[in-house]
């Protein structure tokens, strides 16, 4: 977590929401594939150097047999989610081949533009190794470097899914500045994704991202064979600013209303 900073303060990536909600899915869905629905960032979760939070998942489950979750810090909720079975077949929005128009693209500046920008991710979360970009998507290849922490503690890394999320910084629309000045994009809201619901402890993977509007897209992350192993629809990004991070935490407004709108 101390390796995911903004503006020089640690901030929970969304991504290791993420995975701690697979991980509950896992044990509230045994056996089954598992879908997060209407996922809402809503706050920043900053925890000062030296200091502990400690986080609760809490949840109902309703009608539908579905469970409706937030995650909270000290009785400050951070974000909100549906959780429920998921049975068909994952249905990725682009293959795990790039297309045959795809061309290969230097990534070796890509984390040094994110530092100076004030985004200093440490190497858990650097799996960005080649890339290939075409004009239906991006093509990422992801290896976690040999200094990545706690690497089997979770069912889906979360700094693999948070390298994913960097596989779509080529491909949102015209307009939208991934590195403008003090201002830099996190994730505000994701449709839905759907997971196998299987622990994969993967050290290497295949990434395909196509972009959908200003600051939104869908990103596919594949086993080393080929498998579709998560299906992200509809990740939308929100501008943030240093501003918003050096806002105490407990304030009442959420992170949709300290930060401008695309």
């Known amino acids: ?17 993420i995975a701690l909600w697979l991980e509950l899915g896992m044990v509230l869905l045994p056996n089954r594939g598992v879908e997060i629905g209407a996922l809402e960032f809503l706050r920043p979760l900053v925890i000062e150097d030296g200091a502990s939070r400690t986080i609760s998942l809490i949840g109902t489950q309703n009608a539908e047999g ?39 693209i230097d990534l070796r500046e890509f984390y040094d533009r994110f530092s100076e920008s004030g985004y200093h991710i440490g190497p858990s979360y ?91 897209g869908d990103v596919a992350v594949y086993t080393a064979e080929g498998c579709c192993a998560l299906d992200i629809r509809g990740l939308q990004f929100r501008r943030i600013s240093s501003e918003s991070i050096g806002r105490q935490t407990g304030d009442s407004e959420s992170l949709q209303g300290l930060v401008p709108q695309w």
Not at 1 to 17: C, D, N, P, Q
């Open 126 to 216: 650097q799996w960005m190794l080649s890339g290939q970009d075409g004009k239906r998507g991006a093509w990422r290849q992801m290896e976690a470097k040999d200094a990545t922490k706690d690497l089997n503690a979770y069912p889906l890394f979360p700094g693999l899914i948070d390298a994913s999320f960097h596989a779509l910084a080529s491909q949102l629309a015209d307009g939208a500045d991934v590195r403008h000045g003090r201002d830099i994009v996190v994730p505000a809201y994701v449709e839905s994704i759907r997971f196998a619901g299987e622990a994969l402890r993967m050290t290497s993977a295949g990434v395909a991202a196509t972009g959908t509007g200003v600051l939104q």
């Open 1 to 17: 977590i101390a390796e995911h900073r903004l503006f020089g303060r640690i901030v929970v990536a969304g991504a290791s929401w």
């Open 66 to 104: 579905n469970f409706e979750l937030h995650a909270e810090a000290e009785g400050e909720v951070f974000g909100r989610c549906v959780l429920r079975a998921w049975a068909g077949p994952l249905n990725p929005c682009l293959p795990a081949e790039p297309d045959n128009d795809a061309s290969s």
